[in-house]
């Protein structure tokens, strides 16, 4: 339209004989990736020989009242080039009046680009016409490798989603997901499944939906790809591996019984070796007690030395045993540190047996305190035994002497009968006369000297 009127003016000026000045770019956009150099073509025409021209280009955001800034200036004849400051470095003019040519170079574009471009030619004495003339450039920028990622689990029923993202991209990316099955062979995606905005929704999968999964982000200017691995669990497979976990456990809880168990065997064993040792020490005692009264003859501090280890054997027997309860709980509340919360009551019911066994042990203990006190009674017994035994033999001395008393007068009367004898008969029998004098206690005999002699 523009062209056809501008056109149609330059034709009228040229009939008129007047000069007329046409700019023009020709296309209205252009679109270049980011980074490149790029070249916007300006032309114009006149029916002046131009004795002076200016070329100009300025850009001008999209932004509403946005500010216009001069990009490059070009002075004919003198050549002379003034940069903007925003461009310095960048820009440069291809510039070649006779030919009506003044295309502007800009290298390395951004994204900041993005703007609207203007060229305007001023040639003196041609005023008149179209001086100026615009297009827009759009920096394109390719997308980003994008990054595929799985939401939800890969479980057999479940429904889960592929995300595709590019992390950059102008104009923006667009995203298609294709999927290969495990022999890398393409392959149609179920019905059901939505490829929206790089989001590719997976429902009610299976082992059939495992495979690759290859997400290509494009826009207008370049693609980039990223891949994903998907492999479909079976969610048995993952009760498998917790039925397991729980085995492994329960394993261990079983393992650990058995093991505590054979403790306490051990342990009850251990007390009952200790209360048969217990037994045989009584009997010990006893035989001690009996070799103490053969031999207490020669003194009782043998009895009482005797007595002594046996004393301080209980004791050790005793410590030993404490000591080797405190070891076992020790042990075992290490164990219960490990343990679970509900296997505390079994804990507590092998607590109370255990004080069961400890209450019964303690149950021995005073039976064998008892026993010892038996042991010491019939100890006093004896003692009383033996005090009655030399009551007796102060008895017998007694009656010793009384003997000995009546033997120096039987003997006298003896002398006398013998005198009266030697006298009368000479018929005595000694032994009669024994008979019926010995002394009724005949335990220790009188040494029978005085009859010898
Ligand atoms: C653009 O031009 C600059 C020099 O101004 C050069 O270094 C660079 O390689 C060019 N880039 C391309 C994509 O041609
Ligand atoms: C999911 O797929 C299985 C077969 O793979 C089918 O038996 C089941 O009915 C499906 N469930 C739903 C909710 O579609
Ligand atoms: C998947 O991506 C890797 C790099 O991440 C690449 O080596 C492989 O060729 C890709 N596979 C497919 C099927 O695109």
């Known amino acids: 339209m523009e062209g056809r009127i501008s056109t149609s003016i330059l034709l009228c000026l040229v009939l008129s004989g007047v000069g007329a000045i046409v700019v023009d770019i020709p296309k209205d956009e252009y679109e270049y990736a980011r980074g490149d150099n790029i070249t916007l073509p300006c032309t114009f025409t006149t029916t002046v020989t131009p004795k002076s021209v200016t070329i100009t280009w300025k850009s001008q955001g999209a932004e509403f009242h946005a500010k216009s800034d001069t990009v490059i200036t070009y002075f004919y004849p003198d050549g002379e080039i003034e940069v903007g400051t925003k461009y310095q470095g960048r820009a440069s003019l291809d510039a070649d009046v006779s030919k009506g040519k003044g295309d502007l170079k800009l290298s390395s574009i951004t994204l900041a680009d993005n703007k609207t471009f203007e060229c305007t030619v001023l040639i003196p004495r041609d005023a008149q016409g179209i001086t100026a003339d615009s297009a827009s450039l759009v920096v394109l920028v390719a997308p ?7 939401q939800g689990k890969a479980e ?116 009952e070796e200790y209360a048969m040792g217990l037994h045989e020490d009584e009997f010990h005692d006893k035989e001690q007690t009996t070799n103490g009264e053969r031999r207490h003859i020669d003194g009782q501090e043998e009895i009482l030395s005797n007595d002594a280890p046996n004393v301080k054997s209980a004791a050790d027997r005793s410590d030993r045993n404490e000591r080797d309860y405190d070891d076992r709980s020790d042990r075992y509340e290490e164990r219960s540190e490990r343990d679970y919360d509900d296997r505390r009551s079994d804990y507590d019911d092998r607590r109370s047996d255990y004080k069961d066994r400890r209450s019964d042990y303690d149950d021995r203990r005073s039976d064998y305190k008892d026993r010892r ?57 000694d032994d009669r006369y024994d008979d019926r004098d010995r002394p009724p206690v005949p335990a220790l005999k009188p040494p029978r000297k005085d009859y010898k002699d």
């Open 373 to 429: 006190s038996d042991y010491d009674d019939r100890r006093s017994d004896y003692k009383d035994r033996r005090s009655d035994y030399d009551d007796r033999r102060s008895d017998y001395d007694d009656r010793r002497s009384d003997y000995s008393d009546r033997r120096d007068k039987n003997s006298d009367r003896y002398d006398d009968k013998r005198r009266y004898d030697d006298r009368r008969d000479h018929r005595l029998d």
């Open 144 to 150: 980003s490798t994008p990054t595929c990622t799985i």
């Open 156 to 271: 057999y029923g479940q429904d889960i989603t592929l995300k595709c993202l590019s992390a950059e991209g102008s104009p923006p990316p667009t995203y298609k997901w294709v999927s290969r099955d495990t022999n890398n062979m393409p392959r149609a995606l179920d019905p059901r499944t939505t490829d929206q905005g790089g989001i590719l929704s997976l429902y009610n999968i299976s082992k059939d939906t495992s495979g690759y999964y290859i997400c290509t982000s494009s826009n207008k200017i370049r693609s980039a790809t990223c891949n994903i691995t998907l492999t479909v669990m079976p969610p048995s497979m993952n009760i498998g591996s917790t039925a397991g976990i729980i085995g492994a456990v329960a394993a261990v809880l079983i393992v650990l019984v058995i093991i505590i168990y054979c403790c306490c065997c051990r342990k009850k064993n251990k007390d």
